[in-house]
């Protein structure tokens, strides 16, 4: 069940080197408070998986900036040309992942899967050092999980369990983020008491969530 | 008309009512301002909804609303929204009629290249390996060659989005078909001739014993 | 997007041999209507794939009752005596498939996955013909999709593009069986106007949904 | 006190305040009924929701709530109703923190058996198998013989649920854990003594040298 905690006592928990989800579609569903922290603090030599690196000015792209991140496993960075300055200087190390099968790799990681088998792929740079395995005549890709040390997600409404709801497009990587970090940070727009969310609509199940933290 | 316009016109008449399609940025995007009359179509954005379209007024302005390219827009009516992975899962799953994207190279097998230019920075993928791969029709929108190299080639010379997937190619002089495996000359552009055609086009093609004249 | 039908004109769609998916954990969330109708029918040698093969007198069950079953897909007969009687007379095949590999599996059918990799029934009967593959260590199953021609889903609310809700548990198996048969069946609590339901709360968007099923 | 209430009351013992479990039909769920004071847990149920009780009024009757067993159910404040899969993520993913289950057979390998016994009508797998995989802590509570026959054997006979993965084993006589691959009896109950287990049990075990009285 979660715990409310300070944002200090969020930063106290991450180290250098430690790998971080950022939740977040071009930095919609990114919580920026816990982005800006982490930028303060300044720990270094972070793998960052992520949609993409949003901006030089938001989202995840703020970390790369700062040069916090020393690999990004990511399926766009275009929108921040910083990341690619650093990328050809070899100053960060990307590993482009098609964004259907990054989402789900970060699924299988959360939920106990090997891996899974995709059609995306199959004949290009992204099969190097992958299993094609072939099902009733159609080859797939071996796509295997991925997991972080910690996740940073910024959801809509959370209930002190740790429910969660997101609003419109911030939903995004967030749901399966939530999932497959050891530590999950959320951080919501607003903290509501136990009961206060319809038991059906409710998008993220507190059993996923370690931390709500708080302004 | 300019060449931009002309290829969206000509990919406008691609679509029937009530399609399910995700397009690129640029001409694909272009295209929806050329919709026959009576025809409408559901656009999906791979960030995680589908039946968007641009904002109306200043009420609709909502920082969590932005399509696939970072532009605010509105959810009409009947739309939806869903977290990335069911998102993919639509368009994995077959569940997207048409994609229309850009190329930098398409080949006679049906290859496609637009995510990678050797030497240069690599924007990334998105969402473009996924849709090529699971869209039911992949229809390539570009111009015919860029700065006079051709792009409709025998065999890509950049790394490949995905093998074998490209459907239909609509440019401003001509459109192809995919037929068999085999490339189709299908319609020519007023004035073009497929001599013409055959001096820009690298790949080996057929000429529809029917060919047509674009008409936009 | 979802067209209106009559349960005749649904049923007239239906043949001997199909595959049928029937969502529902013990009928709760069985389109019971879709059910009876097809007993009616009385089509012959289908191949059932649902959770169970719930009651003799209710959900999935009937269908077996009334020996209209080749071969069932589930993952527990217990609670129908007439599925054990027929199996152990070799009057019906089972097959049968841990719970969690069974629903996982019409997602990857469903969404144009070649298959998974999942713990679960590795160094038991259920690995007999399937590959083991180790990731990191750890030994997996690979586990294929699985489609149907037809599947029979209850939603609570159904918006007239298809867009769905279901209510409390009767939504299990039937958010994925939504999304893996050639033709999906809807037969709803209620029907309601396009713009009735929240964008954000939909649980199967209509572009899975073939026919929203009438009365 | 029968046997299924010694064993249901020593399980009981192993909750945690706060702990996602999912529980077996029988003994299993019994063992809520002991709970220690200031020990809440909260209930998982395969079909789809957690936080589950039974119900405690006519008003709660609403054949939409069922548990895994088919009872109707209340799903108390801070539960949550899922999809399948996402009831089979919860499992599969490690987030249950116990699980309780029956079982026909145990051996010194952690190997579990429960789905089937060769010649009779299997009632299915449902999410057993699962559970067992997936559950922080493998936890069988069950009577320590089957009409006299032993159950807690070298090696399971019939075919096995999972491998390796019983955690704990408690029965009406004595406690096992499994520590480093090896059976170690952990308590007896009043009056039972280390012989009259070793007559009882084909699985090789070592007995914990700070073995203690079974206390309910």
């Known amino acids: 069940m979660a715990k409310i905690i300070s944002i200090k006592e969020a930063m106290g928990m991450i180290q250098d080197g430690m790998s971080i989800m950022i939740a977040g579609f071009l930095a919609v569903g990114t919580p920026e408070k816990l982005v800006d922290a982490l930028v303060e603090k300044n720990t270094k030599n972070h793998t960052l998986i992520a949609i993409s690196t949003a901006y030089p000015n938001k989202g995840s792209g703020k970390l790369v900036v700062n040069k916090q991140i020393k690999k990004a496993i990511v399926s766009h960075i275009g929108t921040n040309p910083e990341a690619g300055r650093q990328y050809i200087n070899d100053e960060m190390e990307i590993e482009f992942v098609p964004q259907g099968t990054l989402v789900e790799r970060i699924r299988c990681g959360g939920f106990g899967m090997g891996g899974f088998l995709t059609p995306t792929g199959v004949g290009t740079e992204i099969e190097e050092g992958k299993q094609r395995i072939s099902i009733d005549g159609k080859d797939y890709l071996l796509e295997k999980p991925l997991r972080a040390d910690v996740s940073f997600i910024r959801a809509h409404k959370a209930d002190k369990n740790g429910n969660l709801t997101y609003r419109k497009a911030a939903r995004n990587s967030n749901v399966v983020m939530a999932t497959a970090a050891d530590i999950t940070f959320v951080v919501a727009d607003e903290i509501v008491e136990v009961g206060c969310l319809d038991q059906d609509e409710i998008m993220t199940p507190g059993i996923f969530v370690d931390y709500l933290v708080q302004g | 008309m300019n060449n931009r ?212």
Not at chain 2, 88 to 111: C, H, M, P, S, W
Not at chain 2, 118 to 141: Q, S
């Open chain 2, 5 to 216: 316009e002309i290829i969206a016109r000509r990919v406008a008449q691609e679509f029937e009512d009530g399609d399910f399609v995700n397009l690129g940025i640029g001409i694909p995007t272009l295209s929806t301002a050329y919709l026959p009359e009576g025809v409408n179509v559901v656009l999906h954005s791979e960030n995680g909804h589908y039946n968007f379209g641009p904002l109306t007024c200043e009420e609709d302005k909502d920082p969590d609303s932005i399509n696939a390219s970072g532009e605010l827009c509105v959810v009409r009516n009947g739309g939806v929204f869903f977290d990335s992975t069911v998102s993919f899962d639509i368009i994995r799953g077959g569940f997207i009629d048409k994609t229309v994207l850009g190329a930098l190279q398409v080949d006679q097998e049906g290859n496609l290249a637009n995510w990678k230019i050797p030497g240069r920075v690599v924007p990334g993928i998105g969402g473009g390996m996924d849709l090529v791969v699971g869209a039911k029709k992949v229809i390539i929108a570009m111009e015919y060659t860029a700065k006079g190299e051709k792009k409709i080639l025998k065999k890509c010379t950049i790394p490949m989005t995905a093998t074998g997937e490209v459907d239909m190619i609509i440019t401003e002089k001509a459109v192809f078909e995919r037929e068999n495996g085999v490339l189709v000359l299908k319609e020519t552009y007023p004035g073009v001739t497929v001599e013409e055609i055959r001096e820009l086009t690298e790949a080996g093609f057929t000429v529809d014993e029917n060919l047509k004249t674009m008409s936009i």
